[in-house]
């Protein structure tokens, strides 16, 4: 089972985290792993729009199988911010660019997994977690200023997850009650690269053209199930 680090979703520095754009105040400082509304989440009942997911929603999780929501965030966005910084901008994921079947619209901190021969040849091993906005300038990926309102939806479990959106991309979710998780399950964690760090392998797959680099290993038969179910992307 793939757990996530617990410090990864504590050791964000408060101030850090409002300039990204979290409301670190609502949830004791832990930044807002938002998907943004209209997104497809893959469920038991198929791919369904992130914001129709209610607590006790049955998620496909990349190794944990079905796994239940324990909590959701809803927030409202305003549409076309005055003065929003570049980095704030949300980006805009083509069709296969990180596994993705359709385009896929992120926030620039929510990190997404990817899987890569590179990653194992600069970091020995083949998947790490990155914020999206490390992804800006390749295959396509852009920064857009928001014209329209996003209303992110944080979804989350007894333990951090990574959830299929899109129809294959992994976007980490968080704990709903980051006090439930030992510190042996914290141990156990997938590698998370600095923005600086992601940002160095994108400019290397960008230098390399490493044309099969990020696209995600979706041969589960958990997934085969969800890729024949309705509301397939």
Do not use: K
């Not at 791919?47 to 209610?54: F, G, H, K, P, Y």
């Not at 620039?108 to 890569?116: C, F, G, K, Y």
């Not at 300038?137 to 959106?165: C, I, K, N």
């Amino acid at each position: 089972m793939t757990l996530i680090n617990n410090a990864f979703f504590t050791n964000l520095p408060r101030a850090h985290a409002e300039s990204c754009g979290w409301d670190a105040s609502s949830v004791g400082g832990i930044p807002a792993e938002g998907i943004v509304s209209g997104t497809l989440i893959g469920t038991a009942m198929g791919w369904r729009a992130v914001e129709a997911i209610a607590v006790g929603d049955q998620v496909l999780t990349f190794d944990s199988g079905l796994m239940p929501v324990t909590g959701v965030r809803r927030e409202r966005s305003d549409a076309g911010a005055r003065n929003l910084p570049h980095h704030l901008w949300p980006l805009l994921v083509p069709a296969g660019t990180i596994g993705n079947r359709q385009a896929l619209t992120l926030l620039p901190e929510q990190h997404v997994m990817i899987e890569a021969d590179l990653l194992e040849e600069l970091y020995g091993d083949p998947f790490a977690l990155m914020p999206a906005l490390a992804l800006e300038g390749w295959r396509g990926v852009a920064a857009l200023w928001p014209s329209e309102a996003l209303d992110p939806v944080t979804l989350s479990f007894a333990q951090g997850q990574l959830v299929y959106a899109a129809g294959g991309s992994l976007l980490l979710c968080p704990p709903t009650d980051l006090g439930a998780l030992t510190g042996a399950e914290a141990t156990d964690a997938i590698r998370r690269l600095t923005l600086s760090q992601a940002r160095r392998f994108v400019a290397a797959l960008r230098r390399d053209d490493v044309e099969d680099a990020g696209l995600m290993t979706l041969g589960s038969g958990a997934y085969a199930a969800l890729a024949t179910a309705p509301n397939r992307p």
